[in-house]
């Protein structure tokens, strides 16, 4: 346990930062898991809506560091492939 009131503060801000970052890195897992599921019942409307969610959620993980660039665009084009081939 730190002792300075400085490392005291810092201990507090990591734990709200490390909170912030699992509930981003979270939320972006889910949107990607509804957008696989959703391709599997073949709902072209759904499907396209559930895509520009999790693109959006990936770019906000990408943007604060939580993912890498390169991941990020795996990702977005791993999901935008298999909306697109859809029947």
Do not use: F, Y
């Amino acid at each position: 346990m730190p002792n300075i009131k400085s490392a005291k503060k810092r201990v507090r801000s990591n734990a709200r930062k490390a909170d912030v970052n699992t509930l981003v890195k979270s939320s972006m897992r889910t949107a990607i898991k509804n957008v696989e599921k959703i391709v599997t019942t073949q709902n072209k409307e759904e499907a396209s809506n559930k895509l520009n969610i999790a693109l959006q959620r990936i770019d906000k993980a990408c943007n604060s560091g939580l993912v890498h660039k390169n991941k990020a665009a795996r990702l977005k084009s791993r999901l935008t492939k298999a909306v697109n081939n859809m029947n």
